[in-house]
């Protein structure tokens, strides 16, 4: 990567933070197309990328196309199962597995390692493996992609960090991701990229352009980086509207399959914890000194306490931190949105936010510098604030309908009257409901299910063919040991039911050829994956490794034919 495009780059996404993008709705009726459709794009830039030297633009395409069909892209009303006649990532591969290319070839492999889906990837696996196309070496080998190193970069304001990746491919070319969390939205993944550059030479770029003395540079334990990237993108996948960059959400499914390179078991964000005592002694010892004691009122004591709700329960969680951003979010929509007062005591917030933001940064040691641009962003707000506090306005739950594009009505001649909350939720419901089915197992399951853990019970021998006992007592067994050493016995409980319905609804497969510890790790990794058991704290990789197998998911798919579910 050129020094000129590093830097364009850096400059593009650290404009691009400064705003929070609302995606428009992407079409999810996609259709694939051969070399003769009139709408050969897709396949000549596929061919394109794959032409290149380095591998890095086909696994961005890659990810592109990956995310296009992500339903965590959708307006959560609408993150719905989807219809018969939708396209869905798994459709939309699945035609690529009909579509016998080199440039689908090339596809199929790259997703198949990107997936954290391990029955689809399986899927996709055998079908290039029956291909006869001449690939990329490197094709062939990117799973052996290794995440080597972490690195946080840190302002002392606290608006958000960047974690940065040394990634190095098989072929030895090394490339970085750059992921910023966003610590003012709650701790989440607001934009990321990833660059054809070395990690070491990376940060002296950003360094030298940056050129900041309140940023830091900091070595990430690997775990610790994976769980706070991680947490990150869970978050910023529940927030609405989402946030769009050039490059993000485009390369998340990317960023997520190099940080499940990582080690497991690591530390998030941990949260500030401010008690009850904590805030008060923080109240008092603000209005007893030289900043706050000219501004002690009832009524300013009264703003202290939304300012302090403010600090501790959104962002970050500490009421010390102040910057410029946050000062936007405080005064051009949290206190008009959320603060509940008369206009002639909402209007002295801003003298008073002055004071105690003179007093935090006093407090913990900021540069005057900072201080100053920080009360310049109170006086650059205060005008736009002034104006909204003044102004007939959405609050509480009505500013969060609207937020979601989904305006609450009330009836023409009654402008005061209570929001319809059941009418505006009814869509939103509706897919919820459809999802905990879809979860559990259909509508009949959900309206029986109860919050008792399944009973530690014994294996059901009913209906399974005597001459089929000794190879799945031998299955039992591995299962059971799994269970006992990694899990426990609610999970043994339903790796039991789950076996026995194996067995009795086609034994053949015990009669038939096959390894023991193959049949139990699908077993386990079935029940696992229908209870979202897999993820930091127990990998995949994990619960097969504890079987000696490297893959358990087309033995899966049999085994839930079995038992009459859909694979």
Same mark, same amino acid.
């Given at each position: 990567?050129?020094?000129?495009?590093?830097?364009?780059?850096?400059?593009?996404?650290?404009?691009?933070?400064?705003e929070?993008?609302?995606?428009?709705?992407?079409?999810?009726?996609?259709?694939?197309?051969?070399?003769?459709?009139?709408?050969p794009?897709?396949?000549?830039?596929?061919?394109?990328?794959?032409?290149?030297?380095?591998?890095?633009?086909?696994?961005?395409?890659?990810?592109?196309l990956?995310?296009?069909?992500d339903?965590?892209?959708?307006?959560?009303?609408?993150?719905?199962?989807?219809?018969?006649?939708?396209?869905?990532?798994?459709?939309?591969?699945?035609?690529?597995?009909?579509?016998?290319?080199?440039?689908?070839?090339?596809?199929?492999?790259?997703?198949?390692?990107?997936?954290?889906?391990?029955?689809?990837?399986?899927?996709?696996?055998?079908?290039?493996?029956?291909?006869?196309?001449?690939?990329?070496?490197?094709?062939?080998?990117?799973?052996?992609?290794?995440?080597?190193?972490?690195?946080?970069?840190?302002?002392?304001?606290?608006?958000?960090?960047?974690?940065?990746?040394?990634?190095?491919?098989?072929?030895?070319?090394?490339?970085?991701?750059?992921?910023?969390?966003d610590?003012?939205m709650?701790?989440?993944?607001?934009?990321?990229?990833?660059?054809?550059?070395?990690?070491?030479?990376?940060?002296?770029?950003?360094?030298?352009?940056?050129?900041?003395?309140?940023?830091?540079? =900091?070595?990430?334990?690997l775990?610790?980086?994976?769980?706070?990237?991680?947490?990150a993108?869970?978050?910023?996948?529940?927030?609405?509207?989402?946030?769009?960059?050039?490059?993000?959400?485009?390369?998340r499914?990317l960023v997520?399959?190099?940080?499940?390179?990582?080690?497991?078991?690591?530390?998030?964000?941990?949260?500030?914890?401010?008690?009850?005592?904590?805030?008060?002694?923080?109240?008092?010892?603000?209005?007893?000194?030289?900043?706050?004691v000219?501004?002690?009122s009832p009524?300013?004591?009264?703003?202290m306490q939304?300012?302090?709700?403010?600090?501790t329960?959104?962002?970050?969680?500490?009421?010390?931190?102040?910057?410029?951003?946050?000062?936007?979010?405080?005064?051009?929509?949290?206190?008009?949105?959320?603060?509940?007062?008369?206009?002639?005591?909402?209007? =002295?917030?801003?003298?008073?936010?002055?004071?105690?933001?003179?007093?935090?940064?006093q407090?913990?040691?900021?540069?005057?510098?900072?201080?100053?641009?920080?009360?310049?962003?109170?006086d650059?707000?205060?005008?736009?604030?002034?104006?909204?506090?003044?102004s007939p306005?959405?609050?509480?739950?009505?500013?969060?309908?609207?937020?979601?594009?989904?305006?609450?009505?009330?009836?023409?001649?009654?402008?005061?009257?209570?929001?319809?909350?059941?009418?505006?939720?009814?869509?939103?419901?509706?897919?919820?409901?459809?999802?905990?089915?879809?979860?559990?197992?259909?509508?009949?399951?959900l309206?029986?299910?109860?919050?008792?853990?399944?009973?530690?019970?014994?294996?059901?021998?009913?209906?399974?063919?005597?001459?089929?006992?000794?190879?799945?007592?031998?299955?039992?067994?591995?299962?059971?040991?799994?269970?006992?050493?990694?899990l426990?016995s609610e999970?043994?409980?339903?790796?039991?039911?789950?076996?026995?319905r194996?067995a009795v609804?086609?034994?053949n497969?015990?009669?038939?050829?096959?390894?023991?510890?193959?049949?139990?790790?699908?077993?386990?990794?079935?029940?696992?994956?229908?209870?979202?058991?897999?993820?930091?704290?127990?990998?995949?990789?994990?619960?097969?490794?504890?079987?000696?197998?490297?893959?358990?998911?087309?033995?899966?798919?049999?085994?839930?034919?079995?038992?009459?579910?859909?694979?």
């Open positions: 990567m050129s020094r000129g495009r590093s830097d364009k780059q850096l400059k593009r996404q650290r404009r691009q933070r400064k929070q993008g609302r995606r428009s709705q992407r079409s999810r009726h996609l259709e694939v197309v051969d070399r003769q459709s009139e709408e794009d897709l396949i000549a830039s596929i061919g394109a990328a794959l032409s290149q030297a380095h591998p890095l633009r086909l696994i961005e395409l890659v990810s592109a990956m995310n296009t069909l339903t965590r892209n959708l307006h959560p009303t609408e993150r719905r199962p989807a219809k018969s006649d939708e396209m869905t990532l798994e459709r939309f591969l699945n035609s690529f597995i009909e579509i016998d290319l080199p440039e689908t070839t090339a596809v199929l492999t790259v997703a198949s390692v990107m997936l954290s889906d391990e029955l689809q990837a399986a899927r996709m696996r055998r079908a290039v493996a029956s291909r006869q196309h001449a690939m990329p070496g490197w094709l062939g080998r990117l799973s052996g992609t290794t995440s080597y190193r972490a690195v946080e970069m840190v302002h002392v304001l606290g608006d958000g960090d960047d974690v940065i990746l040394g990634v190095r491919l098989p072929t030895g070319h090394e490339i970085s991701a750059v992921i910023y969390i610590h003012n709650g701790g989440v993944v607001k934009d990321a990229f990833v660059v054809d550059e070395e990690i070491g030479t990376l940060i002296a770029l950003m360094q030298l352009q940056i050129g900041d003395p309140d940023t830091t540079w =900091t070595d990430l334990d775990g610790d980086a994976r769980a706070r990237v991680e947490e993108v869970v978050y910023g996948a529940i927030t609405f509207p989402p946030f769009e960059t050039d490059t993000w959400p485009m390369s499914p997520e399959w190099l940080v499940r390179g990582l080690p497991s078991g690591g530390k998030g964000y941990v949260r500030p914890e401010w008690s009850t005592g904590d805030i008060a002694q923080l109240t008092e010892d603000f209005f007893s000194s030289e900043y706050g000219a501004v002690d009524s300013h004591r009264h703003l939304s300012i302090l709700w403010f600090g329960d959104w962002g970050p969680g500490d009421p010390l931190r102040w910057s410029p951003v946050n000062v936007e979010m405080l005064l051009s929509d949290w206190i008009p949105r959320k603060v509940y007062a008369e206009v002639a005591e909402l209007t =002295t917030a801003p003298d008073m936010l002055r004071a105690f933001i003179r007093y935090c940064h407090r913990q040691g900021i540069r005057l510098a900072l201080t100053t641009e920080t009360l310049e962003a109170v650059l707000w205060e005008p736009e604030y002034q104006r909204i506090i003044r306005r959405a609050q509480g739950v009505d500013a969060l309908f609207e937020a979601m594009d989904m305006p609450m009505q009330r009836e023409a001649d009654e402008p005061g009257a209570l929001l319809d909350l059941d009418a505006a939720m009814l869509d939103f419901n509706e897919y919820m409901l459809s999802v905990l089915c879809e979860s559990v197992g259909g509508e009949e399951t309206r029986t299910l109860d919050e008792r853990p399944l009973p530690d019970e014994a294996f059901d021998w009913t209906g399974i063919p005597d001459d089929v006992h000794d190879r799945v007592s031998e299955v039992l067994r591995l299962c059971d040991s799994c269970c006992e050493q990694l426990d999970f043994r409980t339903a790796c039991r039911r789950f076996l026995a194996v609804g086609d034994p497969i015990f009669r038939r050829r096959g390894a023991t510890r193959t049949a139990a790790a699908a077993v386990c990794w079935v029940i696992g994956r229908a209870n979202n058991l897999f993820g930091p704290d127990l990998l995949v990789r994990d619960l097969l490794g504890f079987f000696e197998v490297s893959s358990a998911s087309q033995r899966a798919s049999t085994f839930l034919s079995a038992a009459g579910i859909d694979p």
